[in-house]
Structures are given as C-alpha cells and as structure tokens.
C-alpha cells in the first residue's frame, strides 16, 4: 500500500465548513455542474450552470451561417473537463514543444510545475467500479483534491470538481457533494487507501487559435504501485474557450510534425490497471439513450460521438494485445462507425463520408487477421484438443498457430502505431464535433436533419429488417456462401437496432426484439467462426506437416458442428421472424 503525508480524513459533509471549488475560477468553464445539471430535474436548475460553461462559438457561428435558422446551435452544452491526449515519445517531448503551430501561437515560454498526486479508493475499487476517481495533487505548496467522473458519452468531456485540502490525504467530505448519492453512506463506513502515485514534469502552455485557447501542457514522468512503475510521455490538450473542435485543429497540425497516438485513457485509468497488475480493459459501448422525439441531426451526433467513443477505449487494449478482447472490440467499434456512416447516406450525398468510412475499413481489414487467429488459438484449438486426448499433433499446431498470430498482431500494432490511423482518429473527432455533415448536404435536403429521428427510425429500420427477411427465405436450404450474406444482413440490422431501437426503448416489443436479433447474430457468428477455420487450417499444413492428423481432426470437428449447429440455428431464425418489429403500428399501440 502507498503512504501519504497524513491518514485520510474520513468526515461526513456537515463534518467541516470548508466549501469545494469549481477547477480554477478564474476559467471560463467551472466543472462544478457537469453532471449536476444532467441529474437535476427541477426546472431551472441549470440555468447558472450553463452560463459557466465553455462555449462552442467558432462552432455554432460556422454551422448557423450554413443552415436554416431552426436547427440548433452547438453551444447549449455544458462543459466539465474538455480535454485530449496525444502519446508520444518521450525522447519526442521538446520537438513537439518546437512544433511551428506552438511556436507560432504561444503566448509565451510557458510555466513548469512538478506535480505529485496519489489516486486513492477503496479496499474494493468502489469508487473506480463507479466510474470515478479521488485524486490529491500536490503543486509546490499547493494541495488540491479533485473528483472526476469517466467519460459518459462524450470522448472530450469528463466532470470534474476540485477543492483546496491541507495534505496529500484526502478530505471524503468535500468529495462527498460529487459523489451519487447511493455511494455515499458505503464510502462513510469503508476506509480510502492510496492506490497508486504519479510523479509528473509538466510544462504548460496557453494557445491561442482563432478558434479558441487551449493550454498544451507536455507530460513526462511515471505512475508507480508498490514495485511496479508505468512511465507517462503525453502531451495533454485542454480547452479554456471557444469551440472543442479547436483541440482537434491543434491535434491534427501536431500529428503532421511527428508521430503520436490519439488517446483519452486518463492516468488515473493507468494506474489502477497497474497496481492490479493487468492490461486495459476493452470494454462493449455503453447502450445509447435517444428520446423519442429528438432530431435526426441530434441522433446522428448521438450515434457518432458513442462509436468514436468506443473505438478509443478499445485502442488501448488492442495496442497493448495481452488481452484479444481489445483487437476484437476495435473491430466492432468500426463495423458500428461504418454502419453509422452508411445510415446517414440515406439523408443526401455525403462526399467526406466515402473518406472516413475508407479509413475505417483499411483498419478493420489490418485487425483481421489478430482476430481469427485469437478465436482458433483461443478457443477453437483447445477446445478441440480437450475433446479428442488421443490425437497427436495439437501441440505442434499450436506453436505454429502461435507464429502466426504473432504475425498477424505485428501487422495489427503496425496499422496502429501508423501515421494514416492517428490522422483518421483526429479528423474523425474533429468532424464529429462541429457535426460536418451539415456542411455537405444539398440545401433542399437540410430540413430533413430537423424531422423526428423516430420517423427516419422506422423507414430505415423497416427496409434493412425486409432485406434480412429476403435473404433468408427457405433458410433450410441455404448455402454457407448464403448463410453469409445473411449475416451480414443481420449485423448491419443488429448495428441499426443498437442505434435506433433506442428511440423505442418503452416498449417491450423493442426489448424483445432486440433479445431475439442479438441472438440470430450470435449463432450465425458462431457458424461463420467455423468457415473461417478452414482458410486458416490451409496455411498451416504447410507449415507443421507432423500435426497433419490434428488439423483434420479439427476439420472433420467442425464439419460435424456446422451440420448439428443447423437445428438450432433453424429454431433461432424462426422465433426472430416471428418477432414483432417494434415499429409497426401494433407495436406503437402497445
């Protein structure tokens, strides 16, 4: 366990009069409301909140210009901690702080500050199961405690509330206002313990773009928990006014003056990993939440801003591949980003939507490869190999399967660690927040961005649930080359759903629907896993002749399977036919 300067002060909220300061008063933007104003329900109870709030000038200027006066600014939206990181090379540090945009923008040499701070939690993580995390900082003779919340739907914005402390130990009471009300009578009874600390070099910035500031501030040093240590080398962007996709504009100039990687993982994330000792996690995307009469313009930002979301959390276990989850998740995160692109081909042409969705799939081809050899090695090869103990040659085929998953994760983390991926990943986010599709639709099909969502909810959702239908017609007798194609139906039906059944989410049609759609895609996934066996069996016999007999017992394994999966699989198609769309008329009469 770490040490502080002092136990942890335990107290109840009436314990002390000391009040909690919003980060810096000064600042445009006071994080004391982040997540205020999202749980309030009494009317008016944000309105100083937002009066607090960054605002998106540049970008609500540049969007009105274009568009009918009645779709919505993008200003409206309160702002805690707006920020994002870029990974470099720690021998890159001082090239970057030479970059022609900070030369060029900077309002001066900068400040330096060592910062010392220790995240602190329960014996149990029950403030990081919960999404939080307690840190005190220590910034010359300066002590400041800061609770912050993680990303909830949005990759930049994150609560984030600081008070002034005495020590590095920190005060629960001046934390408990922040903290979910369920939480809090747990916390009064379970003792805070130091987690981890970080050791940070930090030289902070002021720039000014045209439109906005943010403070660049060059991050090096490292995490430490017990034995092990973790070093830091980013460089971390933070918005102090104007618009957000400012941070995307500066991102982007310093990705074109070297290499770095995109990220939003918080040091905070880091350290816990490594005082448990394990990789990052991949996490599924969180469940979207539309009501049912928001715009088409809001849900397209609703949808996009949850895929990009997605696809950074799942970068960091995929760069670091102890854990295949991460290649997998990355994988999903960009079928659901191109399937969102797709979706909103139906509003009008979209030239820069052939871009993204370009790079998209030129990653998602490079992770392939990492995926099907996770499956074989994982789990179809052992599993194989328990079942049949008087089969020689797995072994043999293991070591060789091996190389080459080693092979294909090489290429995976080549595509990653690429130039081509972080630029995709900035233009994508940059694109997202000033919401650059308005600027590329035909001026008569602008007004359909200000319809109902539900409406274009159940055109869309009615014409991919038919092809389905269409392509499975006399699903007995249908080829594996056809299984396929109805997969692929169902996942883009499945990736709609996600994305629209949510506009439905109080019937219980949609819910039951949705139960039956995930499982269709589940056992045709698991049917296509079996077809993909046999491409991959090819490549290794040439390359581990002595396990010959093994590989075709996995072969003859799995010809076996597909033909015993087909009843079930049967049965599966016919409940989800039978499945009434949520979107019917029935349905809404429910």
């Given at each position: 366990m770490l040490k502080s300067d002092a136990p942890p002060s335990h107290k109840t909220p009436s314990a002390r009069g000391g009040t909690p300061v919003p980060k810096d008063s000064k600042r445009t933007q006071h994080a004391a409301g982040?997540?205020?104003?999202?749980?309030?329900?009494e009317p008016g109870a944000g309105s100083t909140l937002i009066a607090d709030a960054v605002v998106d000038q540049e970008a609500s200027q540049s969007a009105t210009s274009t568009l009918e006066p009645s779709l919505p600014s993008l200003a409206t939206r309160p702002?805690?901690?707006?920020?994002?990181k870029l990974l470099?090379?720690?021998?890159?540090?001082?090239?970057?702080?030479?970059?022609?945009?900070?030369?060029?923008n900077a309002r001066n040499k900068g400040t330096r500050k060592h910062l010392k701070s220790v995240y602190y939690d329960t014996p149990e993580r029950m403030l990081r199961r919960n999404g939080l995390s307690l840190r005190v900082r220590q910034n010359g003779a300066r002590f400041v405690q800061t609770v912050k919340t993680d990303a909830a739907d949005d990759?930049?914005?994150?609560?984030?509330?600081?008070?002034?402390?005495?020590?590095?130990a920190p005060d629960l009471?001046?934390?408990?206002?922040?903290?979910p009300e369920k939480l809090r009578s747990q916390l009064e009874t379970q003792p805070l313990e130091a987690v981890f600390t970080a050791d940070i070099h930090r030289r902070a910035r002021m720039i000014d773009l045209p439109s906005g500031t943010v403070e660049i501030a060059f991050d090096q040093g490292e995490l430490t928990a017990g034995d092990r240590s973790l070093p830091v080398s980013e460089i971390e962007l933070e918005l102090k006014s104007?618009?957000?996709?400012?941070?995307?504009?500066?991102?982007?100039?310093?990705?074109?003056h070297?290499?770095?990687k995109p990220s939003i993982r918080t040091k905070s994330a880091r350290g816990f990993d490594l005082a448990a000792g394990r990789p990052p996690s991949a996490r599924r995307p969180r469940k979207l939440r539309l009501d049912p009469s928001v715009t088409l313009d809001e849900a397209f930002a609703t949808i996009l801003r949850s895929c990009f979301l997605h696809l950074l959390q799942s970068l960091p276990a995929a760069e670091d591949g102890r854990n295949p989850e991460g290649v997998h998740q990355l994988r999903v995160a960009l079928r659901r980003l191109r399937s969102a692109l797709d979706l909103m081909r139906s509003v009008g042409a979209l030239d820069n939507l052939d871009a993204l969705r370009l790079e998209a799939k030129w990653l998602a081809q490079d992770l392939s490869a990492a995926r099907d050899w996770d499956v074989f090695q994982l789990e179809t090869l052992p599993t194989i190999a328990r079942a049949c103990p008087s089969i020689a040659g797995f072994d043999a085929l293991g070591r060789v399967a091996a190389e080459c998953r080693s092979d294909a994760y090489r290429k995976a983390h080549h595509a990653l660690a690429d130039r081509r991926c972080a630029v995709f990943l900035i233009n994508l986010g940059g694109w997202i927040e000033t919401r650059g599709w308005r600027n590329h639709i035909a001026a008569e099909d602008l007004g359909r961005l200000i319809e109902p969502a539900v409406n274009f909810a159940q055109r869309t959702l009615s014409e991919q649930h038919a092809k389905v239908l269409k392509r499975g017609r006399r699903f007995k007798s249908l080829s594996v080359e056809e299984l396929h194609r109805v997969r692929l139906a169902t996942k883009r039906l499945r990736y709609l759903g996600e994305f629209l059944l949510p506009l439905f989410a109080d019937r219980k049609s949609a819910r039951k629907f949705s139960r039956r759609l995930a499982g269709l895609q589940e056992e045709l996934g698991a049917f296509n896993d079996m077809a993909v066996t046999a491409p991959l069996l090819d490549g290794l016999g040439a390359e581990a002749p002595d396990s010959a007999i093994a590989a075709a017992a996995i072969a003859g394994w799995q010809a076996r399977a597909s033909v015993g999966v087909q009843p079930s699989l049967q049965k599966t198609w016919r409940g989800f036919t039978a499945a009434r769309v949520p979107w019917s008329r029935q349905a809404q009469q429910d």
């Open positions: 982040f997540l205020r104003q999202g749980e309030s329900g702002a805690g901690e707006i920020e994002f470099v090379d720690a021998d890159r540090m001082a090239h970057f702080n030479a970059a022609p945009v900070i030369a060029a990759p930049l914005r994150r609560g984030e509330w600081e008070a002034n402390v005495t020590s590095l009471a001046l934390a408990m206002p922040f903290i104007g618009s957000a996709s400012t941070i995307y504009d500066l991102a982007l100039r310093l990705a074109e070297g290499a770095v």
